[in-house]
């Protein structure tokens, strides 16, 4: 099983992930779109289990999402970058959520699922065959 590694902008925050995360997702929500800058988010779901190692000092923010539920995004204190996100009353065990980017790897997996297509700009486009929902996906 090949390892996956994930770093902010500027280094100092790390995430190492063992395999393929067990699902991925384009995410269309203002608050991803908040919180990367872009018109959308691409986020990678790994169980907790595949959680290898973390690196360096991240810094917390924790908030209410648009689907009700609590997340706590870790980011790195000296780029700002958005690295990874867990359930703030579960430990990092139980899994975590990583932004695609982050990995910087052109053959990462492509979304399984697009959400939150409510709230998409007009002109954005998705991978062809990937099913598009209106807002939140109920489970994944």
Known sequence: MTDRHARCA???????LAGDPF???????????????SI?????FFK???????GGTAARYTKTAESGRQVQFHFCPGCGTSLYW???DAPLSEGLGV??????DP????PALVGWCDS????ATFPEGVPRLATQPDSF
Not at 40 to 44: D, I, L
Not at 107 to 110: E, L, N, R, S, V
Not at 120 to 123: H, T
């Open 10 to 16: 500027c280094g100092k925050l790390s995430v190492t």
């Open 23 to 37: 699902v991925v997702l384009l995410c269309n929500c203002t608050d991803c779109q908040r919180r990367t800058g």
């Open 40 to 44: 959308f988010g691409v986020s990678a």
């Open 48 to 54: 907790g289990d595949q959680v290898v190692a973390t």
């Open 86 to 88: 867990t359930q703030p």
């Open 99 to 104: 932004a695609v980017g982050c990995f910087t």
């Open 107 to 110: 053959a990462f997996p492509k």
């Open 120 to 123: 998409a700009v007009a002109w």
